[in-house]
């Protein structure tokens, strides 16, 4: 049996957006995607500003009551509305998640 070592192990690192889980319309899905590049990029050092951004948003686009969650190293259970998510891996390991509820 053949031993890994810690130095073996890469972390997987995307440079194109990465959709995970989306339930979403096409197009709802292309401008959520478009929205959380723009905001990753805009404000790389600071979650909270990205988060920000992309809940006022989606609040301004889609109706109000969405949620986002970003970070690096997370997980997640959640109840959203039915054609309403999108989980997303951007700009390295960084994982956005948006989902709105009724």
């Given at each position: 049996?053949?031993?890994?070592?810690?130095d073996?192990?890469?972390?997987i690192l995307?440079?194109?957006?990465?959709?995970?889980?989306?339930?979403?319309?096409?197009?709802?899905?292309?401008?959520?995607?478009?929205?959380?590049?723009?905001?990753?990029?805009k404000?790389?050092?600071?979650?909270?500003?990205?988060?920000?951004?992309?809940?006022?948003?989606?609040?301004?686009?889609?109706?109000?009551?969405?949620?986002t969650?970003?970070?690096e190293?997370?997980?997640?259970?959640?109840?959203y509305?039915?054609k309403h998510?999108?989980?997303?891996?951007?700009?390295?390991n960084?994982?956005?998640?948006?989902?709105?509820?009724?």
């Amino acid at each position: 049996m053949t031993e890994v070592r810690k130095d073996d192990i890469v972390k997987i690192l995307h440079t194109y957006p990465f959709c995970r889980k989306c339930d979403m319309s096409d197009e709802m899905k292309q401008e959520a995607m478009e929205l959380c590049v723009t905001a990753a990029e805009k404000y790389a050092d600071n979650y909270e500003s990205v988060s920000r951004m992309i809940k006022e948003t989606m609040d301004k686009k889609f109706g109000a009551s969405w949620h986002t969650v970003v970070g690096e190293g997370y997980g997640f259970e959640i109840t959203y509305q039915l054609k309403h998510l999108l989980y997303m891996y951007c700009a390295g390991n960084l994982a956005i998640c948006i989902w709105k509820s009724a």
